[in-house]
């Protein structure tokens, strides 16, 4: 899904889409962005068609900090909290789906941390996967 957008300050490829849809059913969520120029990877929402025109600018991937998993997080749902850096240099971060996040820290290589509920359940979900299941009727 690479295609390229070259501006005066910026060469963007479209990296990948995430896995938000709308009411219709398209596509309505985060895309990322590499800018050619500088190698760094930009977060685009839907406010703009290219990372420089949405509301919030330019909005870096943030590889200092790392991604957070939390059980809850936007709209009390289990979610990332995902870093990001503005123009200026400032700090900011974006909610994002466990499914999205875990695509995003495979093909950008960033580091995750993951609140201590998130762990407990990991934990779980180990233990269940030994236990002898017996097949249901449904």
């Known amino acids: ?33 590499r800018d050619e120029l500088t190698g760094k ?10 990372p420089h025109t949405t509301d919030d600018g330019v909005l870096w991937v943030d590889r200092s900090r790392p991604v957070i998993f939390m059980m809850r997080g936007w709209d009390y749902n289990a979610s990332a909290s995902f870093p990001l ?15 999205d996040a875990i695509r995003a820290c495979r093909e950008l290589d960033l580091r995750v941390k993951v609140d201590p509920e998130v762990g407990e359940l990991f934990r779980l979900m180990a233990d269940l996967a030994v236990l002898n299941f017996e097949k249901g009727d449904d």
Not at 41 to 50: E, N
Not at 85 to 99: A, D, K, N, Y
Request: net charge neutral.
């Open 85 to 99: 850096l503005t123009e200026s240099g400032e700090t900011s971060m974006t909610g994002m789906s466990w499914v």
């Open 41 to 50: 990877v930009a977060l685009k929402d839907m406010s703009g068609d290219l």
């Open 1 to 33: 899904m690479r295609r390229g957008t070259v501006t005066d300050e910026f060469k963007w490829t479209l990296l990948w889409r995430d896995s938000q849809k709308g009411r219709t059913g398209g596509h309505y969520g985060h895309s990322f962005y």
